[in-house]
């Protein structure tokens, strides 16, 4: 279904509810939707593609959206496979459209489709602006967001950003009205959080321009919650928590006696400043996002063949692939007769930047003990 977002600009891209992973590793409760745009004005551009799960709705769309008219440009604005699977298939529908492009993108879309394309791109670069009519088109380079030929463009006079991944969320399509950024967040932390730096580049960009209108590459077109989405963006970039008291509380348990550990503190010591993640069976990508959103971690692990226990070692790995930083952890051991699990997750966080262990491990032997709870309730006492 084609969906007019102003007088001259037209949603073409498809909603896909039914696919259950993104990038072959993160789940999808409400699917997730691949964006494209085309905007008519004396010349006709269409804005990047979709992902070659949908490719039947979406040359229904082109074709409902474009009825006899030809494309003359392509904005490419990312070359991932989500967005760029039908790329080669417009290129041969529409022999004379051109591509805009920056130099990044050129050699990435003739390895991607294997064709030659010197003879039909536009090169643009930072502030290149082109005219199409009464739209002028002015093109912001965002590299590593979370691509490096990330290119987003400004449509200067309906003030529309073409954000690329920016912005996007998983789920449906109407999340615009939505206070919850949980889907947001999941995206953000996991697909950009390595690259903070190059995002806050770009926030600084944006902030000197006159937004009225975002449209991202995935979820909804935002045009309510701009400031609200740019702060939390901010934070996010900046490896700033939300919620500076809270609580991401993170346990791996082989036979269930340190979840029970995790459950007590919850329930008596933490209550409300706590989010539970069971690492053995939770979504690692919203506890990676968990951590992201509040400022204290606590972090609870058996030992498991002298080393962390698997679900431990995974969720750490991930942690430290997309750059956290900045929080305060506290770390729980777990071991029936020579517990090592903590020594090795305090390395772990001391290979990462600012993550401050805020007191001795707490060793657990099996199960706790007066002492240890005596410990714990201290530890809590600390959060
Ligand atoms: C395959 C396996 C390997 C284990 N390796 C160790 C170990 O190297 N050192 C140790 O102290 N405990 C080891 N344990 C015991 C666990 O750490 C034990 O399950 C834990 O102390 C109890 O907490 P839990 O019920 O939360 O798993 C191992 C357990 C299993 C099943
Ligand atoms: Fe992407
Ligand atoms: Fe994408």
């Not at 992973?21 to 997730?32: D, K």
């Not at 085309?38 to 990047?48: G, R, W």
């Not at 029936?336 to 090795?344: F, V, Y």
Request: proline residues 3%; charged residues 25%; aromatic residues 10%.
């Amino acid at each position: 279904m084609i969906n007019k977002i102003t007088e001259d600009l037209v949603y073409v891209g498809v909603y896909d509810k039914d696919v259950k992973i993104f990038e072959s590793q993160y789940p999808l409760e409400n699917g997730v939707s691949y964006n494209s745009y085309v905007l008519f004005d004396e010349k006709t551009v269409l804005f990047d593609t979709s992902d070659v799960r949908v490719s039947k709705q979406y040359f229904e769309n082109l074709k409902e959206a474009l009825g006899d008219k030809k494309p003359d440009y392509i904005v490419v604005s990312h070359m991932e496979p989500d967005h760029s699977a039908n790329l080669k298939i417009v290129l041969d529908m529409y022999k004379d459209m051109k591509i805009i492009a920056n130099k990044r993108t050129i050699p990435m879309i003739e390895n991607f489709t294997q064709m030659s394309v010197a003879d039909r791109v536009i090169e643009v670069g930072e502030g290149s602006e082109i005219n199409i009519g009464k739209h002028t088109l002015k093109f912001i380079l965002a590299p590593m967001v979370h691509w490096p030929e990330v290119m987003m463009t400004y449509d200067m006079y309906d003030k529309t950003l073409f954000s690329a991944d920016a912005f996007g969320r998983f789920g449906n399509m109407n999340q615009d009205d939505d206070e919850n950024f949980d889907e947001a967040r999941r995206y953000y932390c996991n697909i950009v959080g390595k690259y903070g730096a190059q995002v806050l580049t770009v926030l600084k960009k944006a902030a000197a321009l006159d937004i009225k209108r975002i449209c991202p590459l995935h979820s909804s077109i935002l045009d309510k919650k701009i400031g609200a989405f740019i702060e939390k963006y901010s934070l996010w970039a900046s490896y700033t928590p939300e919620e500076k008291d809270k609580v991401t509380v993170c346990y791996a348990s082989i036979h269930g006696n340190t979840k029970k550990v995790a459950e007590t503190i919850v329930k008596e010591a933490l209550g409300d400043k706590a989010e539970l993640y069971d690492l053995t069976t939770c979504d690692l990508s919203a506890a990676v996002a968990g951590t992201f959103k509040n400022g204290k971690l606590l972090l609870m692990c058996s030992t498991y063949d002298a080393g962390m226990f698997t679900p431990m070692k995974n969720f750490l790995a991930r942690l430290n692939a997309k750059g956290i930083c900045n929080r305060e952890v506290a770390i729980i051991e777990n071991g029936s007769w020579a517990p090592a699990a903590g020594k090795l997750i305090k390395a772990e966080m001391e290979s990462m930047k600012n993550m401050t262990v805020i007191d001795e491990v707490i060793t657990i032997k099996s199960t706790a003990n007066k002492e240890t709870e005596e410990k714990i309730k201290e530890l809590c006492s600390k959060f």
